[in-house]
């Protein structure tokens, strides 16, 4: 069982990244992460090299391809776990894919569920349809994409009592690229599965214009379970934040407030 004292670092990068150019994003982000020391685990933003763009086959890579290499060659040179997601191309289809990449040159991977229709997403990638728990010094971290924020059957901490235990988990990370001008419903959306589901959230977004001309305003921060936001990155900026969450904090709320006891029981298939 993890000692209660535990201590998690996380470090949320906040880019403007460039359009379809993993180069200039490689650049990027090398100088954003350049002063993190001691971090457990580094977020990067949805399609963290490319931005959010619907040309699958011409920018998709393999999961050896350079934009993976170039997560695993971070998480080693900064010794933290460095995640966020791409486009990868697997037996003909498109994923819009989270890659879980540790120092030690190990490879998870979440494909995302829910595609945004509104904007193609869905004609262009496939759906996965599995969540990813990892463990990271104790801790159960299940990382998931963007739209799949608002849907909080599929975000559901499954168990917090001993039951589903491959379901449960004490932290639910999103990486996005979501538009400014839904703003309200990324910092909304955050704050309820953080209280719904009684866990620290972490959302990392990006800032900028993509090339068809949508901005985004960041709203990257960690949220406490009790909805409240330990940190954050300042709208319209690129910036990283960094911020150290306890396991007794988690737990002693769970006990205290014990919502959780009186869930409904259901699976998700």
């Keep these: 069982m993890i000692d209660e004292e535990s201590i998690l670092s996380l470090c949320i990068v906040q880019a403007n990244l460039s359009w379809e150019n993993p180069s200039d994003n490689y650049r990027q982000l090398e100088g954003l992460l350049e002063p993190i020391i001691g971090a457990d685990l580094i977020v990067l933003p949805e399609m963290f090299s490319t931005g959010f763009t619907m040309h699958a086959e011409k920018f998709c890579e393999p999961m050896h391809g350079k934009s993976v290499k170039w997560l695993l060659a971070m998480a080693n040179s900064k010794n933290a776990v460095v995640t966020g997601s791409l486009i990868i191309e697997e037996k003909g289809k498109f994923f819009n894919r989270l890659i879980w990449a540790t120092p030690e040159g190990d490879i998870s991977s979440y494909d995302k569920k ?156």
């Design 114 to 269: 829910h595609l945004f229709s509104f904007a193609g997403e869905d004609t262009y990638f496939s759906s996965g349809n599995a969540r990813l728990i990892v463990d990271l010094k104790g801790w159960n971290i299940c990382p998931l994409i963007c739209y799949d924020l608002r849907f909080p059957v599929w975000s559901r901490n499954q168990s917090l009592d001993g039951q589903f235990v491959d379901s449960a988990y004490d932290v639910l990370l999103y990486v996005a690229n979501w538009p400014e001008v839904r703003s309200n419903a990324w910092n909304t959306l955050l704050e309820a599965r953080a209280h719904e589901n009684q866990s620290f959230v972490v959302g990392v977004n990006r800032v900028g214009l993509d090339g068809n001309n949508i901005a985004y305003a960041g709203g990257s921060c960690v949220i406490s379970p009790k909805g409240e936001k330990m940190v954050e990155v300042e709208s319209h900026q690129t910036g990283v934040k960094t911020v150290e969450i306890t396991m007794k904090e988690l737990k002693t709320y769970r006990e205290r407030f014990g919502a959780w006891r009186d869930k409904d029981r259901f699976t998700v298939g």
